[in-house]
């Protein structure tokens, strides 16, 4: 089963969490997951003022700064593994050094198998 395990932040504590030793911890699980054939992607994401939201309405395209939600803590990356349990895809998101400062969310990814148009 897919799990996406998105990492959410707060950009203000970055600089006080974000030193080499967090970036170590990454790597490190990577390389784990890596080696252990579970990790199919990850990504660390730019910092939220330079996203752009792009809205269609009656066919008129709109594009608007920052993110959509006003909040707090924003999606500061992303690990996308196959897991035989989500028990497994939770201890993965457990490891990373940002559940321990803000939230790391485990989600199923959807299989697309069937849904034919």
Known sequence: MKYLVLIYSNPSTWADTCDMSGWR??????????????????EPLEDPVLTRVVRVRDG????????YAEAKEYLAGYYLVECETEERAIEIAARMPDAR?????????????????
């Not at 911890?25 to 990850?42: I, M, Q, R, T, V």
């Open 25 to 42: 911890e990454h790597f490190a699980l990577d390389a784990e997951l890596n080696e252990s054939g579970e990790l199919l992607s990850s």
């Open 60 to 67: 008129v395209v709109s594009t608007t700064d920052g993110p």
């Open 101 to 117: 400062v803000s939230a790391v969310e485990v989600r199923p990814v959807m299989n697309n198998e069937g849904l034919e148009m």
